[in-house]
């Protein structure tokens, strides 16, 4: 008798539960995160960019 192989849903969970190990998710955040690191200034100084030059042109500049 052959062994049966996981197909479908229960195939991508036997995958994770045996692929992913706290020690492969850290890594992966851990690389990650310098990525994180200048992603977030940049996000919110052009945030603060757009309303500031949205307000220029009305005359009305605020934080």
Do not use: E
């Not at 062994?3 to 020690?23: C, D, F, R």
């Not at 994180?36 to 919110?44: E, R, Y």
Request: net charge positive.
């Amino acid at each position: 008798m052959d062994p049966v192989t996981p197909t479908g849903m229960s195939a991508v969970i036997s995958a994770l539960s045996t692929g992913l190990t706290p020690a492969v998710f850290f890594g992966v955040v851990a690389d990650l995160v310098p990525f994180i690191i200048v992603l977030v200034p940049v996000a919110l100084a052009l945030y603060f960019l757009r309303k500031l030059v949205k307000g220029a042109g009305k005359g009305k500049v605020k934080f």
